[in-house]
């Protein structure tokens, strides 16, 4: 990752900017004008800047010892210039300067025409310039440097490229890699389904039994191949790593990179309190932190509700102009052009994270190698003991996320990511043109798009609590959007299965078939598995007579085996001390699978008439006395937390 400059390093900037001068100089000389900087003050940033890869700027913010127009009017003088307001950026006329928006932006680097008619650089990140001055069509030593809020300069550059960014943010990721070009073929996609159909019907009609036999046979075989992975997953995650082990991959300790944390909001005014209560527990340094709430331009209430509440400096709201589609993924592709951090993670909008996670995430990329592009965390629930729905969600997320992924992982397959406490390498997501904004479950697809272009992603061991939904219908509508995406991103990735199997290779490729067509059979064809509970009690079968007794004993018994492995999994995922009273609740994880059957078929036909639209998932419903309890423990947590962060620096 690229090393920032420190606090000792200013030299190295401000040197081509004004020739001759001692810029570190100046620049010290100047705060301490400007916000009254004594030098035990710049003390402290030198020692704070020593364990953080951050900027003096945010350092001196982040420990308030100056505000933001004090670090505009030093730089001023540092660069013998003048400061920009919001209504000179508005007046002073755009320049070329072959600098696409989208750097413009991630720099906050807006190139302008001054007003003696001089080229010159509205400039919203002085770090940045460093980055950036080599791309310049200008001399940046002859250049005019005018320091402004990075806000200020971003909003400029949105004023004008609106448009173009709107239409960038839908097209991240190459078309053949992405589902966007299904939008023009709604005709075909239903002359296809309406053709199966047909099809089936028919085949129903006139060979009753065969056809049943059929999906009996592929339900059988794919409900084997479900079970084989699972249990060799549930194997391997047992003699998995431990954290401590992987620790000692790494040696020495380098100063903590910068981390933005993208946050999509949409109608969230129940939890935006909340929210960011529990962003403000995290213990990561603040001069390192860039959290960027994404909000959509048509949600006003949200809008209204975030500026009630006074952010601290290292939050901040990004509004995604409207466009379609209206999804997630293409919110997080506009915001991220407006973030500062080389590692970019994704929270959900009801998430509680570990206070010390992104210390941990960091460390990691730090040890790791560098084809190692995202790290996967914990997803967990706060709500456990709502309802039945509620457990029965939270064994589920237990058995995925503690077990079965990080087996799947150890065995060496390509895994799909979780939605949320996903952190990424910033070049890596770049890249790959970061999440196709027509998936509706565009975390499954980006993890088979980083394994398809020779990128990993770990497993690591830190936690994040959501809420679990815990209402039926809402349940099977957020089902029924991953399965929805399921269908997708296998349908895209198998355009060219030749390609796919060239990029993947012989063991990522067949477990990518094992995974998706086992998971979406099994759900789709739920009903016909279920009738073997006629054999176990005694009762008459479809197939009696058709197929000897014998034979429906041995799918029987196959049936309730595998039935047992999945509760003896979904068991051992809450055996540890803060689930194991779900323990008892493992095996009525077999009345909560009939959810998923509906949601499926509703996810089939989203996919036909409506492939893009998102079927948004409710939160705060659970805002209750489980989660104020956690909050009430939040200070003296982060407290403790933060302590042992900065000492394990």
């Not at 995202?374 to 629930?381: F, I, M, R, S």
């Amino acid at each position: 990752m690229r090393r920032k400059m420190g606090i000792s390093e200013l030299r190295q900037l401000d040197t081509p900017m004004v020739e001759g001068e001692d810029q570190r100089a100046r620049f010290e000389q100047a705060l301490t004008d400007c916000a009254g900087l004594s030098e035990k003050d710049l003390s402290l940033a030198r020692i704070v800047g020593r364990y953080c890869d951050a900027s003096l700027d945010r350092i001196l913010m982040a420990e308030d010892l100056a505000t933001q127009d004090d670090l505009l009017r030093a730089h001023a003088r540092q660069f013998r210039s003048r400061t920009l307001q919001k209504q000179d950026l508005k007046t002073l006329p755009f320049r070329d300067m072959g600098l696409p928006p989208q750097d413009m932006l991630k720099h906050a680097m807006f190139p302008l025409t001054d007003q003696d008619q001089k080229p010159a650089l509205a400039c919203g990140d002085i770090e940045g310039l460093q980055c950036i001055q080599d791309r310049l069509a200008i001399d940046p030593q002859t250049s005019r440097i005018l320091p402004a809020t990075r806000n200020d300069v971003q909003n400029r550059i949105v004023s004008l490229f609106k448009d173009a960014l709107t239409d960038a943010a839908a097209k991240r990721v190459a078309l053949h890699e992405s589902s966007r070009s299904w939008a023009d073929r709604r005709g075909l996609r239903i002359a296809v389904a309406m053709g199966v159909m047909t099809l089936i019907i028919a085949a129903a009609f006139w060979a009753p039994t065969a056809t049943f036999c059929a999906f009996m046979l592929w339900a059988a075989f794919t409900l084997i191949v479900s079970a084989t992975l699972k249990a060799s997953a549930f194997v391997a995650s047992l003699v998995a790593p431990t954290s401590q082990e992987r620790r000692a991959e790494g040696e020495g300790r380098q100063p903590l990179p910068k981390v933005s944390i993208l946050v999509p909001l949409f109608r969230e005014t129940e939890i935006a309190h909340a929210l960011v209560a529990r962003l403000s527990q995290l213990t990561y340094p603040k001069c390192l932190l860039d959290v960027v709430l994404v909000l959509e331009e048509e949600d006003e209430t949200t809008q209204a509700t975030l500026a009630a509440i006074d952010l601290p400096p290292w939050m901040r709201a990004i509004v995604v102009p409207d466009g379609q589609p209206r999804t997630k993924p293409r919110a997080m592709n506009y915001a991220l052009d407006f973030c500062e951090g080389e590692i970019i993670g994704v929270f959900d909008a009801e998430d509680a994270p570990d206070p010390d996670q992104i210390t941990t995430i960091a460390r990691r990329f730090q040890q790791a190698p560098s084809n190692v592009a995202c790290l996967q965390g914990v997803l967990d629930h706060y709500n456990a003991r709502q309802n039945w729905l509620s457990r029965c969600f939270t064994i589920e997320y237990a058995s995925w996320f503690r077990l079965i992924l990080p087996g799947m992982a150890r065995l060496g397959f390509a895994i799909p990511l979780g939605g949320t406490t996903l952190y990424f390498r910033r070049e890596a997501l770049e890249e790959l043109g970061a999440w196709d904004a027509h998936n509706v479950t565009e975390d499954a697809d980006l993890g088979f798009r980083l394994a398809r272009h020779g990128y990993e992603t770990e497993m690591i061991k830190t936690v994040t609590q959501e809420e679990a939904n815990c209402r039926p219908w809402a349940w099977i509508k957020q089902r029924s959007r991953w399965l929805k995406g399921y269908m997708t991103t296998y349908l895209v990735h198998m355009r060219r299965p030749g390609v796919l199997y060239r990029q993947l290779g012989r063991w990522k490729f067949w477990g990518f078939q094992a995974h998706f067509i086992s998971a979406l059979s099994q759900f789709l064809l739920a009903p016909f598995l279920w009738s073997f509970w006629l054999v176990v009690f005694g009762l008459p079968h479809p197939l009696q007579g058709v197929v000897s007794p014998t034979v429906l004993t041995l799918f029987a018994s196959l049936f309730l085996s595998i039935e047992l492995l999945n509760i003896t999994i979904h068991a051992s995922s809450v055996s540890g001390p803060r689930h194991r009273h779900l323990m008892l609740w493992a095996p009525t994880m077999h009345f909560y699978t009939p959810l998923g059957a509906i949601a499926a078929y509703k996810a089939l036909y989203e996919l036909i008439f409506k492939p893009f639209y998102w079927d948004k998932t409710a939160h705060g419903l659970s805002l209750g006395k489980e989660t104020t309890d956690r909050s009430d423990d939040a200070t003296h947590l982060a407290r403790i937390e933060l302590e042992a962060s900065h000492k394990g620096l």
